[in-house]
């Protein structure tokens, strides 16, 4: 890493830089929007959008959605504050971000899912049977099994899925990116419904054997049992991590790029934070009065399965509000999706 560093710090003078002189940053350009159309709430509607719409440099939907933002330009309709004007760019900015919010949203539940695999999925491995060829492998090491579904799903995503989709659709990407995110999506829920599956596999045969209350004790049943989820988790992420990135580094204006690759990583962020509430949540609310929880420290005893029955039904949930909004989503570059 120190190495690394060095280097970095070598190469910058040989970066090149873009100097915009006085131009506001991105955050403060669309805050100021949000500000002086709080301010103008209770004015009409600036004539100035009127003008614009109908000399073509804004559509009608797009200035009827999220309309309220339009009083941002009151400014430019006769008012006298100068200092705050903002511009019809900034305005339209300040909409491309928020009209992502929905889509941000509905991702998050896909973004819990996510977690398991390093979380939950690994303290599986743990107590199953994970020798091979006469070795033990770490519990943890299966997680590269993502990796490897990844590595082998794309190239047949690339030569066979894309030219069977673009001949049926037309489109040269084969699907829209919200169709890629939405089908990884569906299979996140495949994913949940095999998790849930084996877990209740698992449990069985700890029964079977009488290791319920021997947590330490190795249950006999290979940790193979646990690939398919993984494996599912990698092509998902193919459709939905992937896709994610394309859409909204696509679906904001150039100089807002940054901003819209920082909203795809804050979904994996916020998405952890959230996975980490509703464990606690539901530890709370099912241990007591002598039950062990769905996440009891001997996991022979614990209802993982039911926790991956739930995440399974929320990311049923999510999908179906996925697909309502991609219906009234307008997008900014419809010649690249």
Known sequence: MAFALVVFLLGTKTYRFSIKGDEKSPFVRIGQVFVEAAKNWRATPPTIVIEE???GTLTHQGSQQFSFLNKALLGRAGSKKDGNVCSIREVEEAKAVLRLVPIWATCLVYAIVFAQSSTFFTKQGVTMDRSIVGFEIPAASLQSFIGFSVVLFIPIYDRIFVPLARAITRKPSGITMLQRIGTGMFLSIISMIVAAIVERKRLETAREYGLVDMPEATIPMSV????????????????????LQEFFYDQVPNELRSVGLSLYLSI??????????????IEKATSGDGHDSWFADNLNRAHLDYFYWLLAGLSAVELVAFLYFTKSYIYNRVSTI
């Open 53 to 55: 719409e109908v000399g």
């Open 268 to 281: 994996f962020g916020v998405g952890s934070l959230l996975s980490s509430a509703l464990v606690s949540i």
């Open 224 to 243: 193979w049992w646990l690939v398919p989820q993984y494996a599912l988790f990698g092509v998902a992420d193919v459709f939905t991590m992937v896709g």
